[in-house]
């Protein structure tokens, strides 16, 4: 029953982030001056509770700075770094309760 409701779970996930409805992470950091998205995810308490989790991963690499905004999306790129004038586009793959 759990794969059922993972895959109906992931399929919603995905449906809603075609359709732009999804939530993302998105976190930009001072040093390095560098933009980042987690997600998609359903709601906006989803994407609040996987926050503290990339907020610490984050902290760890010693980035500074950190500015966290969930909202509604579609981004292009999910990981923009300013300071080095690159966008990388790393596979979207859906997150599930703040799991990599």
């Not at 709601?43 to 010693?62: F, N, P, Q, R, W």
Request: proline residues 4%; negative net charge.
């Amino acid at each position: 029953m759990t794969t059922i409701w993972h895959n109906l779970k992931e399929s919603v996930i995905n449906t809603y982030n075609a359709l732009g409805l999804a939530w993302w992470v998105e976190i930009e950091t001072q040093n390095p001056r560098c933009t980042y998205y987690f997600g998609p995810f359903i709601s906006s308490t989803d994407a609040k509770l996987a926050t503290k989790g990339y907020v610490e991963d984050l902290e760890t690499e010693g980035a500074q700075g950190i500015v966290v905004n969930v909202k509604k999306c579609k981004p292009e790129n999910l990981t923009i770094a300013d300071d080095l004038g690159e966008r990388i586009d790393r596979k979207v793959t859906p997150v599930f309760s703040g799991q990599l």
